[in-house]
């Protein structure tokens, strides 16, 4: 069964041509292309659109964000509470602090041991 194409000339006269096999298989590879064209087209912008979207949310948070928080910490009024030393790290520096004492006396210590063992 062969299909009729019609098309238009330059003139505006209407011409009805009937397709070969060999036209017809070209023009069903050529829709075919044409669909995969799409496919992969769509495809590249549903992973692009969310990326973009990304990309402009947080490059907007970072700008301004960072402004926020630097204005928010550069209030002369919260300085001295920001500087000062929560409990809990004190108590956690000094407990260091100890720990460093006794290890390096446990050191000095076991360098004696070696130094009598080895005369």
Do not use: W
């Not at 003139?11 to 292309?33: D, N, W, Y």
């Not at 799409?38 to 970072?62: C, E, G, N, W």
């Not at 004190?90 to 210590?109: G, P």
């Amino acid at each position: 069964m062969a299909t009729l194409n019609k098309y238009r000339t330059a003139s505006g006269r209407e011409v009805e041509h009937k397709l070969t096999e060999r036209e017809r298989e070209e023009v069903q590879m050529i829709e075919q292309l044409i669909i995969q064209y799409f496919t992969i087209i769509r495809k590249q912008l549903q992973d692009t659109v969310p990326k973009t979207i990304m990309h402009f949310m947080v490059s907007y948070l970072a700008r301004n964000l960072s402004s926020n928080l630097i204005s928010e910490l550069y209030v002369e009024d919260r300085f001295d509470n920001l500087l000062q030393e929560s409990d809990s790290v004190s108590k956690k520096r000094e407990r260091a602090c100890r720990m460093l004492t006794a290890l390096n006396e446990a050191q000095k210590i076991l360098s004696g041991l070696r130094d009598i063992t080895s005369n």
